[in-house]
């Protein structure tokens, strides 16, 4: 039994890392679906938001609500200014390009934020519970992180948003039509560009959603930017384009990771963390070539 | 046109109760023809009619559900594409596909890749035979090129030729396979008169000079009608008729169906 | 108009078909050469060998190699610095394994087990492509960086897990080692480097160059006339992925001599290839070289200037170092997307004319 409790404690421990996989895939979808940049900067907008987040808090002595909408005021700047200079001159351009171009954004961002915030590393402690959840103890005898807990909710809660936003908004429904087809964006009557700086925004809260909850778990730190990396295997799993398949692949990467973490780990001399979810990604996708939820594309001519 | 039937031979091609789907779509239903030696085959239908599919299932590129093909007496199911290429099998296609980046020369040369035979060591030293191979294949390629008629955009980036030039670029490319089977797919869509003119010139002199088989898709009856030596009529995936152009304009069936509407 | 070409008639296909078909491209390379082989060696000291020089050297090869792939087969990977890992551990292994070795073989041969991992880590490209194929090869980037560190095969069951380079000779001359003169590591790796451009050149202007470059361009309609995507792409990883073994040979045996991997191989070191050959100029040889010497010499003039010019202290210096790069190379990225290679090109154009610009 007490196997079994351990199995459990780590899938839910998986389950939890990979919500914030699906976390930092949703920004890239969102990003990707609107305009066909694959955003690399994802993962150090995390970084950025959670610094500011952070030096707002210390430096300026904000309590941590005004510290937050202050970020998420800091990230739509940025996003505006993303637009503003970069791309707005790079519509035409090819993806690899664009693809360039975020990879030096990402290296603006991170040093801007260690200029502005120092590259120490910080608490960020806006007073989210920590500890065990007694709660799951008592009733479940299972270890798990409050914190844990209260990332996986507000995870839950922000897809709904986005969910409701994309769905029910005239906004939201504009970004889906942009990402079809450009022209139709334009017949509901707002610019490309006002609809890229949305969805760069958008990407920059969910950023710092993510920023917040990786932040209060493991402190404010460089390594921060690093779990891009370990999401992108989502993308490859649901596919660049697939909210849906942001979420599921995020949870199956993030407990297929922990699992392989404890049981196949121990036996190669352990830290295939790094890896391993791409292997199972592309394994996956030697099985099915169209990701999780796309469909089977006949290319034509 | 009876200048053409003379030298007409036996079937190259033979098309067998070919059907093929896609998901709800069945754009091939049963369908059988043959392609003979040296003939110029068009094949018409309105838009949706299942052409361009057939081409594709001839090329290997879909595998259709039932059917076979039977090339040079040799019968298949499916295969591939660049095997198809290898038997002398050669295409164009409806939306010009070049290779964007490259020149209209190297376009062309990359048609004769599979006849080069040089391996990787003289590749490396660009020296021997891998040399005397390249010499000699742009010869070919020259000839070509001064056939259609392109001398003059030879190193122009294909990307930046217009829509009439790069449509001739990829006859050239095909051309440059010596292929015993030309498939072309609209070749004259979107060109004004004058420049069908030239491309119907074009692939008669081909027929003629190399006495390559050609099936031809093409929307323009006109031109359908002067430079084919049989038709085949596809509608919604099925065959309405196959037969000379004079009794294919006289099939009732045709007329009703196709003629009779308005097409693109 | 110093880039005439009116009066040079191109009288065979062959005339036609040379490297260089302009006379004064031909000019410029054998003055480009002449300095290099023989000019700069008698000058070249420590710190511009192991600075500049090697650095350049190394990461073209490397850039030279990610452009075959990228820009002439169009598969985008970000496995660079794991196949350079590669590299360098086979080099170590063979020099340590077979002590007797010649040098140059050993390098060859880490090249040849590089392609070997290369094409090993290319089969997914038969089955997905883009951004999908170059997140699938952050696999090849990670795993390769965790075997190098977790087994101690690799590296010797040295307690450090770094690997050190012996001293090797080459006709009588020592190139690896703390006591290798700088002028012999220089040249040693320059005639890599020189043969490798030529063998490069030779491969893109040929037959597999048009393969590989129709499997960029419009993969199906390549098949369609006959070229087979497995052969081609996978022709395209090995060879990529044998200059980049190389590359990283000679980055531990003669730059660094000593190398840790997660340190020198790590993904940092992937976008930086991946950099040089966009900003050189994708599918371009030339434009290896370019972006290589661009982005080995930016950060070293940024640094001097910031440290030496303005005093500003190291630790800032770095943060101001990584933003300017960013925006340097976001500029760079808008103003001229087709890369330094494009830049000369157009240069080139204006002298045929200068003096007279019409
Ligand atoms: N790759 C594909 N995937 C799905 N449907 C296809 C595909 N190729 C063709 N079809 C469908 O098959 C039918 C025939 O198409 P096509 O052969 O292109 O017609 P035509 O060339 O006569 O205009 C159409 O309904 C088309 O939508
Ligand atoms: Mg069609």
Known sequence: ?301 | MTEHSKKIGDPLLKVDNISLGFGGVQALSNISFEIREHEILAIIGPNGAGKTSMLNVINGFYHPQQGTITFRGEVRRAMRPYIAARQGIARTFQNVALFKGMSTLDNIMTGRNLRMQSNFFWQILHYGPARREEIEHRRRVEEIIDFLEIQAIRRVPVGKLPYGLQKRVELARALAMEPELLLLDEPMAGMNVEEKEDMSRFILDVNEQFGTTIALIEHDMGVVMDISDRVVVLDYGRKLADGTPDEVRGNQGVIDAYLGVPHE | MLYREAGQFKTSYEADQAVFPIRQDRWVIAVVLIVALAAVPLVIEDYWTNAVMLPFLVYALAALGLNILVGYCGQISLGTGGFMAVGAFAAFKLTTMFPGMNLIAVLLLSGLVTAGVGVVFGLPSLRIKGFYLAVATLAAQFFLVWLFNKVEWFYNYNATGQITMPPREIFGFLVTGPAAKPAVKYLFALSFVIVFAVVAKNLVRGRIGRMWMSIRDMDIAAELIGVRPLHSKLSAFAVSSFYIGVAGGLLFTVWLGAAEVTEAFGIDKSFLVLFMVIIGGLGSVLGSFLGAGFLVLMPILLKNFMVGGLGISPVVAKHVEITTMGVLIILFLIVEPHGLARLWQITKEKLRLWPFPY
């Open chain 1, 1 to 301: 039994m007490g196997d079994f409790t351990f199995f459990l404690e780590t899938t839910i421990s998986g389950l939890m890392t990979g919500v914030m996989y699906s976390l930092v895939a949703l920004g890239f979808v969102l990003i990707f679906k609107a305009s066909g940049i694959f955003n690399f900067a994802q993962g150090v907008m995390c970084l950025f938001a959670a610094l500011t987040l952070v030096g707002l808090m210390e430096k300026f002595g904000l309590p941590a609500w005004l510290a937050i909408i202050a970020t998420i005021g800091v990230m739509i700047v940025l996003a505006w200014l993303i637009e503003r200079f970069v791309l707005q001159y790079m519509v035409s351009q090819s993806p690899i390009i664009l693809f360039m171009a975020t990879i030096g954004l990402a290296y603006v961002l991170e040093g801007v934020g260690d200029l502005m915030w120092g590259s120490d590393v910080k608490l960020l402690d806006i007073g989210l519970p920590q500890g065990a959840s007694d709660w799951m103890l008592d009733n479940f005898n299972i270890y798990v992180e409050k914190l844990e807990l209260v990332a996986g909710v507000v995870a839950a809660a922000m897809v709904a948003v986005l969910a409701v936003f994309f769905q029910k908004t005239r906004i939201g429904r504009a970004l889906r039509a942009v990402a079809d087809d450009h022209q139709a964006a334009l017949s509901v009557g707002i610019s490309l560009r006002t609809i890229w700086v949305i969805v760069w925004s958008v990407a920059g809260i969910v950023a710092l959603v993510t920023g917040i909850m990786w932040g209060s778990k493991s402190g404010v730190q460089f390594s921060l930017s690093l779990i891009a990396l370990k999401a992108l295997p989502v993308l490859i799993l649901g596919g660049f384009t697939s909210i849906p398949g942001a979420i599921v692949g995020g949870l199956i990467i993030g407990v297929g990771e922990k699992w392989a973490e404890i049981y196949v780990g121990s036996l190669v001399g352990g830290a295939i963390e790094n890896w391993f979810a791409y292997v199972l990604a592309l394994m996956f996708l030697l099985v099915r070539p169209q990701g999780l939820f796309g469909e089977k594309i006949i290319e034509r001519v």
